[in-house]
C-alpha cells in the first residue's frame, strides 16, 4: 500500500513499524491509513469506548481500521488494551515487537472529553481525561523508550521517532475544558523533556496540534467543523493533518527533535512558546505596590495576549 506522493513506488515510511494510539476514528485512523499508504506497518491501538471515555471496550473500531489497510494492500494489527496502564502500554510495544520485530515510530493520539466549566467539574471527570491523554502518552512513551535505550546500547541506534498530540486548548487554554486543557499542555511539557532526555538514544520527540473535524470536535466546535459543499475544500477533514505527522515519523524528518507543531486545513505552523518578553530588575526586592506599578509597564510593553478560545 505504499504510494508516496510523487506517484507509484515506495513511501517515505517503507518498511518502519508505526504504533498509532486512539487510531480506531478520527485523526488516529488518518494517521494510520497515511502511514500505511506511505509503506509503513501499523500497530492500530484502540480501547473502543465512547467519545467521554464511557462504555464496554470493543475490538471494532480498531479492526476495521486494519481491514481497511489491509484490504488497500498494506500490513497492520489491531491492539485493544488501555495504554493509560504500565501493562497495556507494555503490551502495546510488545505486540510490534511480537508482530513485526521492531518499532520505529510512535504517535500518541488516545483521548477523550468530559467537558466542564470548573466550578461544575467532577474530581473524576478531571482525574479520567488527565490519566488517557497524560499518563496514556507518558507511559507508551516510557515503555518505548527503554526498548529504544536498550537497542542503542546493544549498538543498534534506532532512528525512532514519536509525534505526541497536544491541542491549542493546551497552548492557549479553552473554557469548559480545563481538564484536557491542563492535559494537553503536560503533553507539550512531556515532549520538550523526552527530546532532551533521549536525543542520544536516537529518538526524536515532537508534538502537533492539531485541528480537524473528529468526535471530539464536531460537536464542541459544530459550526467551525462544519463539512463544506459537495467538491469544496474540506478544511477540516482529519486526513489533512497526517501528512505532517507522517514525515515527523519518518526518517526525513532527521534533526527535527523538542518542537511544537500547530496543523490544520493546509497549514503548517512552528509554535514559539514561552519566551521572555520585557523585564525590568531593580536590583533588590520590589514593594508590592511598586511591583505592581513595574507589572502593568511591562504589560503596556508586551504585545496582546492571544484571547481563550471559547471566552467570551
Same mark, same amino acid.
Given at each position: 500500500?505504499?504510494?508516496?506522493?510523487?506517484?507509484?513506488?515506495?513511501?517515505?515510511?517503507?518498511?518502519?513499524?508505526?504504533?498509532?494510539?486512539?487510531?480506531?476514528?478520527?485523526?488516529?485512523?488518518?494517521?494510520?491509513?497515511?502511514?500505511?499508504?506511505?509503506?509503513?506497518?501499523?500497530?492500530?491501538?484502540?480501547?473502543?469506548? @465512547?467519545?467521554? +471515555?464511557? $462504555?464496554?471496550? !470493543?475490538?471494532?473500531? *480498531?479492526?476495521? /481500521?486494519?481491514?481497511?489497510?489491509? %484490504? &488497500?494492500?498494506?500490513?497492520?494489527?489491531?491492539?485493544?488494551?488501555?495504554?493509560?496502564?504500565?501493562?497495556?502500554?507494555?503490551?502495546?510495544?510488545?505486540?510490534?515487537?511480537?508482530?513485526?520485530?521492531?518499532?520505529?515510530?510512535?504517535?500518541?493520539?488516545?483521548?477523550?472529553?468530559?467537558?466542564?466549566?470548573?466550578?461544575?467539574?467532577?474530581?473524576?471527570?478531571?482525574?479520567?481525561?488527565?490519566?488517557?491523554?497524560?499518563?496514556?502518552?507518558?507511559?507508551?512513551?516510557?515503555?518505548?523508550?527503554?526498548?529504544?535505550?536498550?537497542?542503542?546500547?546493544?549498538?543498534?541506534?534506532?532512528?525512532?521517532?514519536?509525534?505526541?498530540?497536544?491541542?491549542?486548548?493546551?497552548?492557549? @487554554?479553552?473554557? +469548559?475544558? $480545563?481538564?484536557? !486543557?491542563?492535559?494537553? *499542555?503536560?503533553? /507539550?511539557?512531556?515532549?520538550?523533556? %523526552? &527530546?532532551?532526555?533521549?536525543?542520544?538514544?536516537?529518538?526524536?520527540?515532537?508534538?502537533?496540534?492539531?485541528?480537524?473535524?473528529?468526535?471530539?470536535?464536531?460537536?464542541?466546535?459544530?459550526?467551525?467543523?462544519?463539512?463544506?459543499?459537495?467538491?469544496?475544500?474540506?478544511?477540516?477533514?482529519?486526513?489533512?493533518?497526517?501528512?505532517?505527522?507522517?514525515?515527523?515519523?519518518?526518517?526525513?524528518?532527521?534533526?527535527?527533535?523538542?518542537?511544537?507543531?500547530?496543523?490544520?486545513?493546509?497549514?503548517?505552523?512552528?509554535?514559539?512558546?514561552?519566551?521572555?518578553?520585557?523585564?525590568?530588575?531593580?536590583?533588590?526586592?520590589?514593594?508590592?505596590?511598586?511591583?505592581?506599578?513595574?507589572?502593568?509597564?511591562?504589560?503596556?510593553?508586551?504585545?496582546?495576549?492571544?484571547?481563550?478560545?471559547?471566552?467570551?
Amino acid at each position: 500500500m505504499s504510494a508516496s506522493s510523487d506517484g507509484p513506488g515506495p513511501g517515505i515510511c517503507e518498511g518502519r513499524v508505526v504504533i498509532v494510539t486512539g487510531a480506531g476514528r478520527g485523526l488516529g485512523r488518518a494517521h494510520a491509513l497515511a502511514f500505511a499508504a506511505e509503506g509503513a506497518k501499523v500497530v492500530v491501538n484502540d480501547l473502543g469506548v @465512547g467519545l467521554d +471515555g464511557a $462504555g464496554g471496550a !470493543s475490538p471494532g473500531p *480498531a479492526r476495521q /481500521v486494519v481491514d481497511e489497510i489491509g %484490504a &488497500a494492500g498494506g500490513e497492520a494489527v489491531a491492539h485493544g488494551g488501555d495504554i493509560a496502564t504500565g501493562a497495556g502500554a507494555a503490551s502495546l510495544i510488545g505486540a510490534a515487537l511480537d508482530t513485526y520485530g521492531r518499532v520505529d515510530t510512535l504517535v500518541n493520539n488516545a483521548g477523550f472529553l468530559r467537558d466542564r466549566v470548573l466550578v461544575g467539574l467532577d474530581e473524576d471527570d478531571w482525574d479520567a481525561v488527565v490519566r488517557v491523554h497524560l499518563k496514556g502518552h507518558f507511559l507508551t512513551l516510557k515503555h518505548a523508550a527503554a526498548h529504544w535505550r536498550a537497542e542503542a546500547k546493544a549498538g543498534r541506534a534506532p532512528v525512532a521517532r514519536v509525534i505526541n498530540t497536544s491541542s491549542g486548548a493546551g497552548l492557549l @487554554g479553552s473554557v +469548559g475544558q $480545563g481538564n484536557y !486543557s491542563a492535559a494537553k *499542555a503536560g503533553i /507539550v511539557g512531556l515532549t520538550l523533556v %523526552a &527530546a532532551a532526555e533521549l536525543g542520544r538514544y536516537g529518538v526524536q520527540v515532537n508534538a502537533i496540534a492539531p485541528a480537524a473535524r473528529t468526535r471530539m470536535t464536531e460537536q464542541t466546535f459544530a459550526e467551525t467543523m462544519a463539512a463544506p459543499g459537495e467538491g469544496a475544500f474540506d478544511a477540516m477533514a482529519p486526513g489533512n493533518v497526517s501528512p505532517l505527522v507522517v514525515w515527523l515519523g519518518s526518517a526525513a524528518s532527521d534533526g527535527v527533535t523538542g518542537r511544537v507543531f500547530e496543523a490544520e486545513a493546509g497549514r503548517i505552523t512552528v509554535m514559539e512558546g514561552w519566551r521572555p518578553g520585557p523585564s525590568v530588575d531593580r536590583g533588590a526586592r520590589w514593594p508590592p505596590a511598586e511591583a505592581g506599578e513595574a507589572a502593568r509597564k511591562l504589560l503596556a510593553r508586551a504585545g496582546e495576549g492571544r484571547p481563550v478560545y471559547g471566552a467570551r
